[in-house]
């Protein structure tokens, strides 16, 4: 083969916003807010841990939400979540520079979490179950 003949490896396809499941919400959301940190930082263990309380409250929560108002995900929701998500990292990226061995703790991660609640990004509304930009 050739240089122009090259085989390149196909990216395997992604899914439409409009049949990501809770699992694929989330793990847009987790590689957004890991993103956000600096070099040499990191988030405890605990925090992204696939069978602790974390992740499941909030997979939980993007599943209420779905199942509660029957929408799809959107590209704009994608782009407010994520953008919920790197901001949050970024909170967490302060506090991470005067923690312990620059990690973020779970308590330093809900502070940062808690603030989010108020992203513009994220318009309250009333009722209903949740906010896909929560998540």
Not at 8 to 33: L, R, S
Not at 56 to 70: C, E, F, G, Q, S
Not at 91 to 103: F, K, Q, T
Request: proline share 4%; hydrophobic share 35%.
């Amino acid at each position: 083969m050739t240089k122009k003949q090259t085989a390149k490896a196909k990216p395997a396809p992604k899914k439409k916003f409009e049949d990501m499941n809770a699992d694929d919400i989330f793990a847009a959301w987790e590689a957004a807010a890991r993103k956000s940190l600096k070099r040499g930082q990191s988030y405890a263990p605990e925090i992204f841990d696939p069978a602790g309380a974390t992740v499941k409250l909030y997979k939980r929560a993007i599943n209420r939400h779905m199942n509660d108002t029957h929408e799809k995900f959107t590209a704009a929701d994608a782009r407010h979540s994520t953008r919920v998500a790197t901001d949050i990292g970024r909170l967490c990226s302060v506090i991470a520079e005067s923690a312990r061995n620059h990690v973020v703790s779970l308590d330093g991660f809900q502070r940062a979490a808690k603030l989010a609640e108020l992203h513009p990004a994220c318009p309250r509304t009333t009722g209903g179950s949740g906010r896909w930009c929560e998540v």
